[in-house]
């Protein structure tokens, strides 16, 4: 499984952007895909995730904020953030699970000033 993100970039606090994850290579039989975050000095975070016919979780500090979504059909996977804070700079990453294997994608850096 490849995975391609796009989408980050500058934006004022207060402001949206929408990451994009494009998948291809073996898509069948994903199980889940979501988004993490690292901030400068910091682990890598859960921001979202999407199992595969299950429920989608958030962590605390991004719910009612930013919503994840997944189109089947263009393999591509989705968070809109709203209301961004500085506090959620940071490169996000995509990943897949797929056969008790993690993939991961490039990362795409976001940086919300104040």
């Known amino acids: 499984v490849q995975l391609q993100a796009s989408g980050g970039g500058l934006v004022q606090a207060g402001g949206s952007l929408r990451l994009s994850c494009a998948a291809s290579?073996?898509?069948?039989?994903?199980?889940?895909m979501g988004w993490y975050r690292q901030a400068p000095g910091k682990e890598r975070e859960l921001v979202a995730a999407?199992?595969?016919?299950?429920?989608?979780n958030y962590a605390d500090s991004v719910k009612g904020r930013f919503t994840i979504s997944r189109d089947n059909v263009k393999n591509t996977l989705y968070l809109q953030m709203n209301s961004l804070k500085p506090e959620d700079t940071g490169v996000y990453y995509c990943?897949?699970?797929?056969?008790?294997?993690?993939?991961w994608g490039q990362g795409t850096l976001v940086t919300v000033s104040s």
């Open positions: 990943y897949a699970t797929r056969a008790g294997r993690n993939y």
């Open positions: 290579g073996r898509v069948f039989s994903i199980n889940t």
């Open positions: 999407m199992p595969t016919g299950g429920s989608t």
